[in-house]
């Protein structure tokens, strides 16, 4: 059964951390370019950030400018697994937070405006007091 599933998201305060996962099954990640998106209640949806394979041995990242310098993606192959880690988190930072993936992305540069066809089922971040 091909699932991206997501966790790792929860309730922290201003200024916290997460790590988010995007676990993939049915789907070697490493093939595709993954994409990280959230949506505020009320709000569009907004890419965050992604990530492909370059070479055999990197990867190509990119962040919106609005997270960059805060978090950073990541990913460990061995567990077939893409990582966000998400730093000086503020109350705006609040949204469901997804993962997505790219068919082609590998080995060019990602982008969130690529064409995303496959969508996990969302993880909760809120930052509040």
């Known amino acids: 059964q091909l699932q991206l599933v997501e966790s790792g998201g929860g309730l922290v305060q201003p200024g916290g951390s997460l790590r988010l996962s995007c676990a993939g099954s049915g789907f070697t990640l490493d093939s595709y370019a993954i994409g990280w998106f959230r949506q505020a209640p009320g709000k569009e949806r907004e890419g965050v950030s992604c990530?492909?394979?370059?070479?055999?041995?990197?990867?190509?990242?990119y962040y919106a400018d609005f997270v960059k310098g805060r978090f950073t993606i990541s990913r460990d192959n061995a567990e077939n697994t893409i990582y966000l880690q998400v730093n000086s988190l503020k109350p705006e930072d609040t949204a469901v937070y997804y993962c997505?993936?790219?068919?082609?992305?590998?080995?060019?540069?990602?982008?969130?405006?690529?064409?995303?066809?496959?969508w996990g089922q969302g993880t909760q971040v809120t930052v509040s007091t």
């Open positions: 997505a993936l790219s068919p082609g992305g590998a080995f060019r540069p990602c982008s969130l405006d690529d064409k995303y066809t496959f």
């Open positions: 990530i492909s394979r370059r070479d055999r041995y990197t990867y190509y990242t």
